[in-house]
């Protein structure tokens, strides 16, 4: 959307802010979180995939990453992976969600890396923080 479209909606950025978070908010709850735990049980990351649809494609248009912008996130899985949590959205239907104490996105990345070269459309191998004040880029996974 450019500007011009944009101008043309009539609305505020603030009123245009307000709806968005709240689109995020109800494409967050349609995606499908998947814990993946080790031997003891224990959660090593969670994979956020967005729904299909009947024909096997993602049901959410604009796939994971809209919702990834909806503040609840980080209150929703830090009980669970920590105060940081590690962020990546390898394709358009899969993100992947590390606790940020430790290394496991890195022990992990061949999963990371199937997803982004085998699932539909992928997106990136940027990896993110996320904690309770924000977002921030603090590396990238290496194959």
């Known amino acids: 959307m450019g500007f011009g479209q944009f101008m043309a909606l009539g609305v505020t950025w603030g009123e245009f802010w307000k709806r968005a ?4 908010g109800a494409d ?13 049980r224990v959660v090593q990351y969670v994979e956020l ?6 024909k096997g494609k993602v049901a959410l248009p604009m796939g994971v990453g809209p919702a990834l ?24 239907g899969c993100a992947f969600l590390f606790p940020g104490g430790d290394r496991s996105h890195e022990r992990y990345a061949a999963a990371v890396l199937k997803e982004y070269y ?3 459309r992928p997106v990136s191998l940027e990896v993110f923080e996320v904690n ?6 603090v590396g990238a996974l290496e194959e």
């Open 132 to 137: 309770g004040t924000g977002w921030r880029a």
């Open 69 to 92: 912008v909806w503040p609840g996130l980080w209150e929703r899985f830090e009980p669970v992976l920590g105060q940081r949590i590690l962020v990546v959205v390898a394709s358009q």
């Open 118 to 120: 085998g699932g539909a």
């Open 21 to 24: 978070i709240e689109n995020a």
């Open 49 to 54: 995939r967005a729904p299909k649809s009947g």
């Open 28 to 40: 967050f709850e349609a995606l499908v979180p998947v814990l993946v735990r080790d031997g003891n």
